[in-house]
Antibody, heavy 117, light 106 residues
Framework: EVQLVESAGGLVQPGRSLTVSCAASGFTFSNYAMHWIRQVPTKGLEWVASISPSGGGTYYRDSVKGRFTISRHNAKNTLYLQMDSLRSEDSATYYC??????????WGQGVMVTGSS | EIVLTQSPTTIGASPGEKVTITCRATSSVSYIYWYQQKPGASPKPWIYDTSKLASGVPNRFSGSGSGTSYSLTINTMETEDAATYYCQQWSSSPWTFGGGTKLELK
């Protein structure tokens, strides 16, 4: 069974950094592109970043480019999202997700990140 | 960026009723993907490649459309179908979602 378990999020002051992780199990992690998607409470979904199976290709939405870094450690079956220079508008629940023909296939339980002073 | 607009934003349906949710794109997309999300839970893939049902999705659901206009239809509403449904496109980065349609049980 595919499992994606995100690390705890937290309350972060605007301008500071936070790294969240996603531990994967139940599938061959190194074979799959992975994504981060966020959801503002009671609002919709927004794609944030993607990474190729090898980690050699990374893709970001414009609003996080230069501030967020997606990475992966295939030997540890773990996906990361480093968020620097956090803004209040980055406050959301962040989900990691696998990629398949179904689109964003399996999703983690989500981790809440709040940027507030 | 391709903007996806879903309508209606909220809809109420009684058991047995037919429900249709539409998703319109600002530019043509090759396929649309649909996700179901229930309160407190993560989204689940529901329909992919416009009309293919994900594993476990009841066949009372169907998807159709092309170009800039797509729809998700429930032939006969059931209690368990109450949820929020999101459409999404992979045709052009950034990958975008519709704003969601909340389907409530009447």
């Amino acid at each position: 069974e595919v499992q994606l378990v995100e690390s705890a999020g937290g309350l972060v002051q605007p301008g500071r950094s936070l790294t969240v992780s996603c531990a994967a199990s139940g599938f061959t992690f190194s074979n799959y592109a992975m994504h981060w998607i966020r959801q503002v409470p009671t609002k919709g979904l927004e794609w944030v970043a993607s990474i190729s199976p090898s980690g050699g290709g990374t893709y970001y939405r414009d609003s996080v480019k230069g501030r967020f870094t997606i990475s992966r450690h295939n030997a540890k079956n773990t996906l990361y999202l480093q968020m620097d220079s956090l803004r209040s508008e980055d406050s959301a629940t962040y989900y990691c997700a696998t990629h398949s023909e179904l689109g964003f296939d399996s999703w983690g339980q989500g981790v809440m990140v709040t940027g507030s002073s | 960026e391709i903007v996806l607009t879903q309508s209606p934003t909220t809809i109420g349906a009684s058991p047995g009723e037919k429900v249709t949710i539409t998703c319109r794109a600002t530019s043509s997309v090759s396929y649309i993907y649909w996700y179901q999300q229930k309160p407190g839970a993560s989204p689940k893939p529901w329909i992919y490649d416009t009309s293919k049902l994900a594993s476990g999705v009841p066949n009372r659901f169907s998807g159709s459309g092309s170009g800039t206009s797509y729809s998700l239809t429930i032939n006969t509403m059931e209690t368990e179908d109450a949820a929020t449904y999101y459409c999404q496109q992979w045709s052009s980065s950034p990958w975008t979602f519709g704003g969601g349609t909340k389907l409530e049980l009447k």
